[in-house]
């Protein structure tokens, strides 16, 4: 059975950081695309940002560029969402993703695997 559970929401300040991890399990994630997510009450869920299996490539959202960095470690099946100078308009609700053949990278039906989500609240 697979699993996909995201952790390290919370609340922070403007201009704050956080980082969000998720772990998978139940599948060769090796063989896997990782991506994450975010949707706010009322709204469709919004694409962040995407890796490749290998680590080699990944594509941000330009809302976050240059401010949220994604990585993952394949040894320990983990992803990590690394986010800093966070704004207000990051609050959402954080989904880590996972997929094996990705035809569109910013589409949540490319995607096969979902966590349950992470509440991030930016505020002051």
């Known amino acids: 059975q697979v699993h996909v559970v995201e952790s390290g929401g919370g609340l922070v300040q403007p201009g704050g950081s956080l980082r969000l991890s998720c772990e998978v399990s139940?599948?060769?994630?090796?063989?896997?695309?990782t991506a994450w997510f975010r949707q706010v009450p009322g709204k469709e869920r919004e694409f962040v940002v995407t890796m490749n299996q290998a680590g080699s490539f990944t594509y941000y959202a330009d809302s976050v560029k240059g401010r949220f960095t994604i990585t993952r470690d394949n040894a320990n099946n983990m992803a990590y969402l690394q986010m800093k100078d966070l704004k207000p308009e990051d609050t959402a609700v954080y989904y880590c993703?996972?997929?094996?053949?990705?035809?569109?990278?910013?589409?949540?039906?490319?995607?096969?695997?979902w966590g349950q989500g992470t509440q991030v609240t930016v505020s002051s």
């Open positions: 139940g599948l060769p994630f090796t063989s896997y695309v």
């Open positions: 993703a996972v997929g094996e053949a990705i035809p569109n990278w910013k589409v949540t039906t490319s995607y096969e695997y």
